[in-house]
C-alpha cells in the first residue's frame, strides 16, 4: 500500500541553520503531498502542499518540490528560526475511493537554539 | 469557536471500561475524519463521515470501535472494552467538502491512557 517514509529526528539546530528535512514516498497513481505542522500544545496545521510533479509548496519560507523521478518531497527552509521548533509530519492523499485520506509519515522533530 | 474542538482533552479509562470521544467540526464542514496517533509515530486513518455518512470504517482497528456522526455535525468516536493497546491520541479533523487537495482542520485531540 501507499507509504511515507521521513527522517527520524530530533533536528536539532542554531537559529538561521538552513534546514532540511528528508520525505520520499511509495504510491499507486499520482497523490498530492503535504507537509504538516504540530507546534506543542496545538493541533496539525497544513504547512504547505503540491499536487503534480514538479509543482513547488512553499509557506512561511517554507519550501518543498515533488520530484516524482526520486519520489521525494523534501522540506527545505533557509534561515530558521526559535519559533520554528515544532513537529513536522510528510504526508500524501490517497485519491482511491471516496475517502481522500491522508497517510502520514512518522513524524520529524525540529528544535532550534538561540 | 473557529477550530475544530475535541473533548475530553484528557481521559484515562481502566481496562475493560468503554470510553466516548467527542469532535465538534468547524460549522458547515462536510467532511470529518478521525486519526489515532500512537506516541511517535504519525497519525493513522480511522473512519471518514462525509455529512451522517460514513463513507470509509477501514481504519477501524477491532468491532471494538464505533464512530457516528448523526445529524452532520458532532461527531462521536466510542471504544467498548477498552485494552491497553487504545492508548493513543485520538485527533478529529474536518474540511469544507472533502476534496483531494482540500485542507483539513485539525482538533488538539484526545489523549486517551488505558490502565
Known amino acids: 500500500g501507499d507509504s511515507v517514509t521521513q527522517m527520524e529526528g530530533p533536528v536539532t539546530l542554531s537559529e538561521e541553520a538552513f534546514l532540511t528535512i528528508n520525505c520520499t514516498y511509495t504510491?499507486?497513481?499520482?497523490?498530492?503531498l503535504f507537509w504538516y505542522v504540530q507546534y506543542p500544545g496545538e493541533g496539525l496545521q497544513l504547512l504547505l502542499k503540491a499536487t503534480k510533479a514538479d509543482d513547488k509548496g512553499s509557506n512561511k519560507g517554507f519550501e518543498a518540490t515533488y520530484r516524482k523521478e526520486t519520489t521525494s518531497f523534501h522540506l527545505e527552509k533557509g534561515s530558521v528560526q526559535v519559533s520554528d521548533s515544532a513537529v513536522y509530519f510528510c504526508a500524501l492523499s490517497d485519491r482511491g475511493g471516496a475517502t481522500n485520506k491522508l497517510i502520514f509519515g512518522t513524524g520529524t522533530l525540529l528544535a532550534v537554539q538561540p | 469557536g473557529a477550530g475544530v474542538s475535541q473533548s475530553p482533552r484528557y481521559k484515562v479509562a481502566k481496562r475493560g471500561q468503554d470510553v466516548a470521544l467527542r469532535c465538534d467540526p468547524i460549522s458547515g464542514h462536510v467532511s470529518l475524519f478521525w486519526y489515532q496517533q500512537a506516541l511517535g509515530q504519525g497519525p493513522e486513518f480511522l473512519t471518514y463521515?462525509?455529512?451522517?455518512?460514513?463513507?470509509?470504517k477501514s481504519g477501524l482497528p477491532s468491532d471494538r470501535f464505533f464512530a457516528e456522526r448523526p445529524e452532520g455535525s458532532v461527531s462521536t468516536l466510542k471504544i467498548q472494552r477498552t485494552q491497553q493497546e487504545d492508548s493513543a491520541v485520538y485527533l478529529c479533523?474536518?474540511?469544507?467538502?472533502?476534496?483531494?487537495?482540500?485542507?483539513?482542520?485539525f482538533g488538539s485531540g484526545t489523549q486517551l491512557s488505558v490502565l
Open positions: 479533523a474536518s474540511s469544507l467538502y472533502g476534496g483531494t487537495n482540500e485542507k483539513l482542520f
Open positions: 504510491a499507486t497513481g499520482y497523490p498530492s
Open positions: 463521515f462525509q455529512n451522517e455518512a460514513q463513507l470509509d
